[in-house]
């Protein structure tokens, strides 16, 4: 039969209180307990996220949002992805499914919209080696712990926005089987999902195995309307379907400047000016808008006591992943170099040539990523009651990449010159590039070849932990609960380049390995003191404090603390306030990646230029020879990204205060407010592109110092947009911005976490309903030191961790709804999101804001039998579409932020035995 541990079944329990206190167990244990009670007792306790003191309730200082599987199935979603991002306290961009270009196939989550890797990501309180949601299996979850406190003193670096951690299945018996399927209203995207738990248990251990698999199909960005094609303001408050300046048949300008921007028309074979609505490419078409991935998982855990006081335990997991992303086919970005003497010369001048490549079929990039996991320990309890556990925990990842379409600039550069064609013997022949349809297939297999790098890393990690209660040493509220322990941890990490890569061969693929390993030595010390209890006004009041040293062996050692306050004056009200200091070490990425070409999105200032009233402005597009009407094709610049070896830790300090309310006259109902405050020094980042491009041109004559950070199209490898031009590729847009990281910003953020959980009988079955939501108060980056904050709430900008555009919601809030009655359970969910301003946003701009949305979810399941449960729903039931923004990355719209798909349909068939 299909059981649950008893500390599962009260976590469950504690829910309904919004995390409120709940005895799991009596009272401390005096100092003449029993062998036989004191191990009841140590095992009944557990770790609550965030802190090491093993405990006998849910309460601690720090606010914890804490979802059961049972969650998780009511979500509908099949991927931990889409559960963790629709959190509230979820914002700004991360790596997921929504997102094509830039994508590494991995699921990643920014708390606070502080980035990924400043939220630290743990399966059962141990790191993994690549922070990918995808890699753990939805199946295998018993509850997802949310910690939305920093929290370096319990596990060291990254963990600044907060802590998620995945605990897993482990005291678990009986077999459950999962099977579901999705399909989007469109008839599209299907996703299945199969998973497979079971365990088995004995007087003296336990053991569980899962298995799930998962495939999600794509939607291609053409088969939404939103989407269909790349959308262009008309200046008169529409748009028009519109593409890249890479066009199918070229856009070209000769050296001379004598035509600059023209196309050979494909119909009549007329020169004419090349015009964006009828000639621009749409890689829309052909791109991606959710990408495709299939995992397999298998983990297993195994317990055993190997005496009345100590068990070994054992975890293992592996998934592979595959996973691909798809858009427009490579174009001659370089600026390919016609000679006059190319027989297909239309002017016969020396000229430079983008032509879209699209014969090639596009630009697949492909992942097949091998996660592995292993830890084995001990854990047991002392004659006094004091729990000790000590772990060795191994994970690494190996990433296979492959990608097509990737062009040899060299030898595309003899594909168009007559005599360097004739000096290769490989050569096919001469290449018409004005015209399309003209590259043959022994052209292609002439000048384009795969790119095969592979990325490894591996964390290993030594654990040793004890916590118990001062005995003998206590106070008259009680005793003095500690923790204390060391960490050894060591990191390694791979990224090596394809061979052709390594010689240059690959137009805009990084020639460098980037290879590093470091090792970090760490002990803590954490301590619970009730200081007082049982008085008037004071039901309870409590102080926590902890520091934890860390050693890196290529930075300086570093001290961080944190404190915390529980007061109850009353039974039912907690009031509660931690004060902590964090630090993030840079990444072995950070510090050596090469310094490589990035295509960043940004908005460009001389767009349409004369209606523009800044002089400064005027006169520094007029200075490069831009008309007045100019007009970007594509919003791109062509930018060089990289390491920084001298980047030093970021240092944060965090505050929360807040309330936990479960009032004795409102049965089952409790309310908790938290007020948040994180500020991050010295972070790692860069000076976004939009700040760079707009402080340079409207300074006077380029005399702002962000204008040393534009190296020009040269620096690129690209012919500049004309002599008066150089930091202008040919086709106009701004080239060789320098955005390496650097410890250059600051990072300040604050609002309100609130939720509210009420259950109640209603007929014959029972009503819960639960509200969760984050109120984003302040949010301001300064990206250099002297720079003026920027304000981020309330506005859809470039993410500093992604560079990519994300909304900055004030507000997000999510609230269900759910009725069980005998053998039904209903339940719906509605998830909001406040509407942003552009942060760069132009008077003259179609769409500067981007609306709010509801999305509302519904799920029905039917109890077949005491073993079998089906379940049906529909995610997005209203099908709510993004909203169009001018300022927008890929897709008309902020894809990071909203629904893309639309509304979809899934069904679930669920057997517990």
């Avoid at 306790?45 to 998780?72: M, N, Y």
């Avoid at 992943?321 to 020396?350: I, K």
């Avoid at 005793?479 to 990224?495: F, H, P, S």
């Avoid at 500020?679 to 000076?687: A, L, M, Q, S």
Wanted: net charge negative; hydrophobic share 35%; with cysteine.
């Amino acid at each position: 039969m299909y059981t649950n541990s008893k500390v599962a079944k009260s976590i469950r329990l504690a829910l309904m209180f919004g995390g409120a206190s709940l005895a799991l167990s009596g009272t401390a244990a005096a100092q003449d307990t029993s062998e036989d009670e004191a191990g009841a007792e140590a095992q009944e306790r557990i770790s609550v996220t965030g802190s090491r003191i093993k405990r006998t309730d849910l309460e601690t200082a720090s606010p914890i949002s804490v979802f059961t599987a049972a969650d998780l199935e009511a979500s509908g979603y099949a991927t931990l992805e889409k559960f963790v991002h629709s959190l509230p306290s979820v914002n700004g961009a991360a790596q997921g499914s929504n997102v094509n270009n830039g994508s590494n196939g991995s699921a990643t989550v920014s708390l606070r919209g502080l980035g990924s890797g400043r939220t630290l990501l743990l399966v059962n309180g141990r790191r993994t080696a690549f922070s990918d949601m995808n890699s753990i299996p939805m199946a295998y979850v018993e509850r997802v712990e949310v910690l939305r406190d920093g929290a370096s003193t319990a596990y060291g670096s990254d963990a600044i926005a907060g802590v998620i951690n995945f605990i897993t299945k482990r005291d678990f018996e009986g077999a459950e089987f999962v099977a579901q399927y999705d399909l989007t209203g469109e008839g599209d995207g299907e996703t299945t999902r199969l998973a497979a738990t079971v365990g088995t248990s004995s007087d003296r251990g336990n053991v569980v195995l899962s298995l799930e698999y998962t495939n999600r199909n794509e939607i291609w960005q053409g088969d939404r309307d939103f989407s269909e094609c790349p959308l262009f303001d008309d200046g008169k408050g529409g748009v028009y379907c519109g593409g890249s300046g890479t066009t199918a048949m070229g856009t070209w300008t000769t050296v001379s400047n004598s035509y600059k921007g023209y196309v050979v028309d494909p119909t009549t074979g007329a020169l004419r000016p090349f015009n964006n609505a009828t000639d621009g490419f749409n890689y829309a078409a052909v791109s991606y808008m959710v990408t495709p991935m299939e995992v397999f998982s298998i983990n297993g855990a195994a317990t055993y006591e190997l005496t009345p006081s100590t068990t070994a335990f054992i975890e293992g997991g592996f998934t592979n992943r595959q996973s691909d992303q798809l858009m427009g086919a490579e174009g001659t970005f370089w600026g390919q170099f016609v000679p006059a003497t190319n027989p297909y010369n239309p002017v016969g001048e020396d000229l430079y040539i983008n032509r879209r490549l699209e014969e090639s079929g596009g630009r697949a990039f492909t992942q097949d990523m091998n996660d592995y996991r292993m830890v084995a320990g001990f854990e047991g309890y002392l004659d006094n009651g004091w729990t000790w556990d000590v772990s060795y925990n191994y994970t690494r990842f190996v990433d296979t990449r492959v990608d097509y379409g990737r062009a040899n600039a060299n030898r595309f550069l003899n594909l168009t010159d007559p005599d360097l064609c004739a000096d290769d013997a490989a050569c096919p022949g001469v290449w018409n590039p004005f015209a399309p349809g003209t590259l043959t297939q022994a052209m292609m297999d002439y000048a384009f070849l795969p790119n095969s790098p592979v990325v490894r890393g591996q964390t290993k990690q030594f654990l040793a932990n004890i916590s118990g209660d001062l005995m003998g040493i206590g106070l008259p509220a009680g005793d003095i609960a500690w923790a204390a322990g060391v960490e050894k941890r060591w990191e390694d990490y791979l990224y090596q380049p394809d061979g052709a890569a390594l010689i240059g061969e690959i137009f805009s693929v990084a020639s460098e390995k980037t290879e590093g390993q470091y090792d970090v030595t760490e002990a803590y010390l954490e301590l619970d003191v009730p200081l007082l209890a049982d008085l008037p006004g004071v039901e309870d009041l409590s102080l926590s404090a902890a520091v934890r040293s860390s050693n890196y062996s290529f930075l300086d050692s570093t001290t961080n603390t944190k404190f915390g306050l529980e007061y109850k004056p009353f039974e039912g009200l907690l009031v509660r306030a931690t004060r902590a200091d964090g630090f993030r070490a840079p990444s072995i990425s950070e510090l050596f990646s090469p310094q490589q070409e990035s295509n960043l999105a940004y908005n460009e200032p001389c767009n349409d230029w004369g209606t523009k009233t800044n002089q400064a402005l005027r006169d520094n597009c007029a200075a490069e020879g831009l008309p007045q009407d100019f007009e970007l094709a594509s919003n791109q610049s062509a930018s060089l990204v990289g390491g920084n070896p001298d980047l030093e830790p970021e240092e944060s300090e965090s505050l929360t205060v807040g309330f936990v309310y479960t009032p004795e006259f409102i049965e089952n109902f409790s309310l908790a407010v938290d007020y948040f405050d994180i500020k991050i020094d010295n972070g790692v980042g860069k000076i976004d592109t939009n700040t760079i491009v707009n402080g340079c041109y409207t300074s006077v004559d380029f005399s702002s110092p962000l204008c040393d950070l534009i190296l020009g199209a040269a620096e690129m490898g690209r012919p500049a947009y004309g002599p008066d031009a150089p930091n202008r590729d040919v086709l106009g847009a701004v080239s060789g911005i320098v955005a390496s990281n650097a410890n250059l910003s600051t990072f300040e953020t604050s609002g309100y976490d609130f939720d509210a959980n009420w259950s109640t009988d209603l007929a014959s079955g029972l009503l819960k309903l639960r509200l969760d939501g984050t109120y984003l108060k302040d949010y301001s980056f300064i990206s250099s030191p002297g720079a003026e904050p920027t304000q981020y709430a309330g506005y859809y900008a470039a993410d500093q961790w992604e560079d990519s555009i994300a909304a900055f919601s004030k507000v997000r809030a999510n609230f269900t709804a759910t009725y069980d009655m005998d053998n039904v359970s209903v339940s719906w969910a509605a998830r909001y999101m406040e509407g942003t301003d552009d942060l760069s946003g132009e008077p003259t701009y179609t769409s500067t804001y981007a609306g709010s949305a509801v999305y509302h979810d519904l799920q029905a399941s039917y109890m077949l039998n005491e073993t079998t449960t089906i379940s049906g729903g529909i995610r997005n039931m209203f099908d709510r579409q993004p909203p169009y923004t001018t300022n927008n990355q890929d897709m008309n719209t902020i894809a990071s932020s909203y629904d893309l798909a639309g509304a979809y349909w899934y069904v679930r068939l669920g057997m517990k035995f």
